[in-house]
T-cell receptor, first 114, second 115 residues
Framework: AQTVTQSQPEMSVQEAETVTLSCTYD???????LFWYKQPPSRQMILVIR??????QNATENRFSVNFQKAAKSFSLKISDSQLGDTAMYFC???????????FGTGTSLTVIP | NAGVMQNPRHLVRRRGQEARLRCSPM?????VYWYRQLPEEGLKFMVY????????ESGMPKERFSAEFPKEGPSILRIQQVVRGDSAAYFCASSPSGGRADTQYFGPGTRLTVL
């Protein structure tokens, strides 16, 4: 079974500080892709970052980076220099090779405190 | 390049009525996915369509729900005889080729409230 687990329902961080959101997944596949999406109060789902499992290098997009540990099946999102606009729900997503959908975790609600 | 568009953004229906949700994919995208998000939960897959074809409807409830993506026009998610349990946010996503490497781009969602 393909599952995605986010074990932190809520987190908070001071503005300008760094925060890490965790995600683990379960799969028997070797090559796959992982995604982080952000859902601000507007409820729009916005792509934050994407990681390809066969790449050793962790993906980075400006202040967002991942810590991808394939053996541990862990895919954490690090947000540096947190900004008030980062306040949102963050979902980890995994599209298995079988099927066509993304499996989403239950989300982490992040609040950036001024 | 316009993103994925969904309308209406908010829809209120009474029990027993029909709900029609529309989704226009990004330009150049011919693959559409529908997801449902219940309060305090993540998104759950419902159905995957290409133009004029339903490819995977494994997440769709067997009764009252249907989806289409005609040759011309938006994709439609139709819910007949709505019940209170259908109240949720419904998201549409699109991708260019449907492969597992594709990023799915999401619309703003339609929030359905059933009274």
């Amino acid at each position: 079974a393909q599952t995605v687990t986010q074990s932190q329902p809520e987190m908070s961080v001071q503005e300008a500080e760094t925060v890490t959101l965790s995600c683990t997944y379960d799969t028997s596949e070797n090559n796959y892709y992982l995604f982080w999406y952000k859902q601000p109060p507007s409820r729009q789902m916005i792509l934050v970052i994407r990681q390809e499992a066969y790449k050793q290098q962790n993906a980075t997009e400006n202040r967002f980076s991942v810590n991808f540990q394939k053996a541990a099946k862990s895919f954490s999102l690090k947000i540096s220099d947190s900004q008030l606009g980062d306040t949102a729900m963050y979902f980890c997503a995994f599209p298995p090779n079988t099927g066509n959908q993304f499996y989403f975790g239950t989300g982490t609600s992040l609040t950036v405190i001024p | 390049n316009a993103g994925v568009m969904q309308n209406p953004r908010h829809l209120v229906r009474r029990r027993g009525q029909e709900a029609r949700l529309r989704c226009s994919p990004m330009k150049g995208h011919s693959h559409v996915y529908w997801y449902r998000q219940l309060p305090e939960e993540g998104l759950k897959f419902m159905v995957y369509l290409q133009k004029e074809n339903i490819i995977d409807e494994s997440g769709m409830p067997k009764e009252r729900f249907s989806a289409e993506f005609p040759k011309e026009g938006p994709s439609i998610l139709r819910i007949q005889q709505v019940v209170r349990g259908d109240s949720a946010a419904y998201f549409c996503a699109s991708s260019p080729s449907g492969g597992r490497a594709d990023t799915q781009y999401f619309g703003p969602g339609t929030r359905l409230t059933v009274l």
